[in-house]
């Protein structure tokens, strides 16, 4: 089908975290295959890792053990794996662009600037005690997320078991920002969105949502599903299962595109307006 291009200016950007913001995918992988190979099992493959990335931890860790058959419980594995996590996490750093980008969003809603506002939230899968762990020394890069307009996988305004790849994070995202925009400001509307994503369910998230989605995946992802890119942006891979098709997108409709990594981002294409750094 011909691409949309006739698309309003972006008013909210939300953002996943691990894999996106920050460089945790490889981290994940290191503490996984170290519990593995404790086992005598075979290291994680990356046909494996796609499932379990976006998603909450316990339906993450479900499908592991699933493929691992490890000869410990679920318990005992979120319990070692929880002990790497708090070794290894606090040294987690920003990928590529994700500062600057962060930066550059945040300067449209200050004092003085006459371009539109660009909101933004965070819709992570973690749970809020991961999520301190990987963040407590980025509090610079993390200060533009207010904490209101912070959505975790715990969230107790999330309903249990609705995680990615079904909307609601990011539904529930976009409703944070909703109910605090300033007066006079017309609410955002879905497609007026930007989800900026790593992971295969997330990016069939933010097409469930309705939503515009960036798909920025780790290389090995990537080459993970060569030549059925177009079913990813698309949020047709299947990942949530059986789903009404019109939740999702089309092959090709230009609701969403691949990029490489953050640095550079197109703002104009989105219709965003960044202003020039003040002197």
Same mark, same amino acid.
């Given at each position: ?22 460089? @945790? ?7 996984? &295959? ?65 500062? +600057?980008?962060? @930066? ?12 539109? @506002? ?11 005690? &991961?999520?301190?762990?990987?963040? &407590? ?40 920002? &909703? ?5 006079? +400001? ?17 990016? +069939? ?31 047709? @891979? ?42």
């Amino acid at each position: 089908m011909a691409p949309r291009t006739d698309f309003p200016p972006v008013r909210a950007c939300l953002f996943d975290m691990d894999g996106l913001l920050l460089d @945790t995918e490889d981290i994940y992988t290191l503490c996984v &295959n170290l519990i593995l190979d404790k086992y005598s099992r075979p290291s994680m493959p990356w046909s494996i890792k796609a499932q379990l990335q976006g998603r909450p931890g316990p339906d993450a860790n479900k499908i592991l053990m699933d493929w691992a058959q490890l000869p410990i419980s679920s318990q005992e594995y979120a319990v070692e794996s929880a002990a790497l996590h708090q070794k290894l996490f606090p040294g987690t750093k920003p990928l590529p662009g994700v500062p +600057e980008l962060l @930066t550059s969003l945040s300067r449209t809603a200050e004092p003085g600037v006459e371009s539109p @506002t660009v909101h933004i939230a965070l819709a992570t899968s973690s749970h809020m005690g &991961n999520f301190k762990l990987k963040t &407590n020394h980025l509090a610079d890069v993390f200060s533009v997320f207010p904490p209101h307009r912070r959505v975790v996988g715990d969230d107790s305004r999330l309903k249990p078991g609705r995680g990615k790849p079904l909307p609601d994070i990011f539904l529930l995202a976009l409703q944070t920002i &909703n109910d605090s925009l300033p007066e006079g +400001e017309a609410p955002i509307k879905p497609e007026e969105c930007l989800v900026f994503e790593d992971s295969v369910p997330g990016v +069939e998230a933010g097409r469930r949502a309705g939503m515009r989605v960036v798909w920025c995946p780790h290389p090995m992802l990537k080459k993970e599903y060569t030549g059925r890119e177009e079913e990813v942006l698309a949020g047709r @891979t299947g990942e949530a299962g059986e789903v009404d098709l019109h939740q999702v997108g089309e092959l090709g409709d230009g609701w969403a595109e691949y990029l490489v990594s953050l640095e550079n981002f197109p703002y104009e294409k989105y219709g965003m307006i960044i202003p020039p750094v003040k002197a």
